[in-house]
C-alpha cells in the first residue's frame, strides 16, 4: 500500500499538486535522514532498566512523564530496548513486551516526539557475538514486521554500542546483514548505526555505510574525557573516585576538536549527526557536570546535529523521580531558557 501511495505521489508532486500529500497518512511519506535530525533537535534516553518492562505496575517511569520531556524543551526520546531477555527459545517476542512497548510509543507519538527504537543489548552481543546474531536479526525482522506502517517519526538503531568480540570488521559485516533485514519492510525508514567501540569518536572513521542507502543517520557517544564524566562509576574502576572537574580552556578546546573531526566525516560522506548519549555521572560536582553538559549540547547544536542526553532516570539523571522534578541545573544545561 506505502509503496502504490508512493507511486501516486510522484506524478502529483510533478504537477505542484502538494495538497494530494495532506492527505496521506504519515507512514507514506519519506522524510529524508537531514530533515529527520532537524526534526530531533534535543532529546533523551529513557527506560533502558526500569521495571516498567517486566511489570508495567512496577514502573517508575509513567507515560505522563512524556509530556514532561515535551514541556521540558525535548523534541525526541531514545527508547532503551533490553529485547533479548523477551524473547523464547525460538527469538520469539513476548506479545506482553510489545504490548507495552507499543503503549510506549504511542504516548510518545502522542506528545509529537520522535521515538527512536535503541536494541541495547550491547553487552551481550559484545560478550557472545555468535549468540548475540540470531537474536538481533530476529528482533529487526520482527520490530519490522511490526512497525512497518508507523509513522516517520519513528526510527531504528540497529544496536547500541557495538563493541569487544564487535570489532570494527565485524560489526561492518553485520550492518551490511541486517540493513536488508529492516529494508524488507521499511525502505525509507530513517535508521541509525554507530561505529564500533562503543560508538566511539575514535572509530568513526572505521565505520563502513552502504553507500546506496540513503536513509541513515550516523551516531556517535562523547563521554571523554572518562576520568571525570566517570568518576565515581562502580563499573568503570579505572576512572578516579570523585574530585576531578571540568570546564578549562584546554579542556573546551579539546572537545571542539572532537566534534570538529565528526564533523568533517560527517560532511565528507553526507551523513547527518545524532550525538546518541553524553553526559557526566552523579558524583561529579554539579557545576563541573552542568558546564561539561551544556558545552557538548551547544557543540553538537552548533554542527546541525540533533542529540540525545543521557539519560531521564536511573543515573546521569536529568529528572527526579522520587522528587518528581526536574535536576534544574542539569535541565538549564541542556535546554536553556
Not at 258 to 265: L, N, P, R
Request: glycine share 6%.
Amino acid at each position: 500500500m506505502v509503496k502504490t501511495l508512493q507511486a501516486l505521489i510522484r506524478p502529483l508532486a510533478a504537477l505542484g499538486l502538494a495538497s494530494a500529500l495532506i492527505a496521506l497518512p504519515a507512514a507514506a511519506r519519506e522524510i529524508s535522514p537531514l530533515d529527520q535530525v532537524r526534526t530531533m533537535t534535543r532529546g533523551v534516553n529513557v527506560l533502558g532498566y526500569d521495571p516498567l518492562w517486566k511489570d508495567p505496575a512496577k514502573g517508575r517511569f509513567q507515560m505522563r512523564h512524556f509530556k514532561t520531556i515535551k514541556d521540558g524543551g525535548f523534541n525526541t526520546v531514545r527508547l532503551n530496548l533490553h529485547a533479548f531477555e523477551h524473547m523464547d527459545a525460538d527469538n520469539r517476542l513476548d506479545p506482553a513486551w510489545l504490548k507495552t512497548l507499543d503503549q510506549v510509543v504511542d504516548a510518545a507519538l502522542a506528545q509529537k516526539l520522535t521515538v527512536i527504537l535503541d536494541e541495547h543489548d550491547f553487552n551481550v552481543c559484545g560478550e557472545d557475538p555468535a549468540a548475540c546474531k540470531p537474536k538481533l536479526v530476529a528482533f529487526w525482522k520482527q520490530i519490522g514486521e511490526h512497525y512497518r506502517d508507523a509513522p516517520d517519526q519513528v526510527v531504528f538503531e540497529l544496536l547500541n554500542e557495538p563493541c569487544k568480540g564487535l570489532t570494527d570488521e565485524v560489526w561492518n559485516a553485520w550492518v551490511a546483514e541486517l540493513l536488508p533485514v529492516v529494508r524488507a519492510t521499511n525502505p525509507t525508514r530513517n535508521v541509525v548505526v554507530g561505529p564500533a567501540f562503543w560508538n566511539n569518536i575514535s572509530h568513526l572513521d572505521q565505520l563502513k555505510l552502504p553507500e546506496g542507502d540513503r536513509h541513515l543517520i550516523a551516531t556517535v557517544h562523547y563521554y571523554l574525557p572518562m576520568e571525570f564524566t566517570h568518576q565515581g562509576a562502580s563499573w568503570n574502576p579505572a576512572t578516579p573516585e570523585t574530585g576531578v572537574t571540568w570546564g578549562t580552556d584546554a579542556e573546551r578546546r579539546r572537545m571542539k576538536a572532537d566534534f570538529d573531526g565528526v564533523q568533517a566525516w560527517a560532511k565528507a560522506h553526507g551523513r547527518p549527526m545524532l550525538l546518541g548519549e553524553f553526559g557526566a555521572y552523579d558524583k561529579g560536582d554539579m557545576a563541573s557536570r552542568a558546564a561539561y553538559t551544556a558545552a557538548a549540547a551547544r557543540e553538537a547544536e552548533a554542527r546541525g546535529w540533533a542529540w540525545a542526553y543521557w539519560q531521564f532516570d536511573s543515573d546521569f539523571i536529568a529528572y527526579d523521580i522520587g522528587k518528581d522534578a526536574w535536576v534544574e541545573p542539569i535541565r538549564k544545561a541542556l535546554v536553556p531558557r
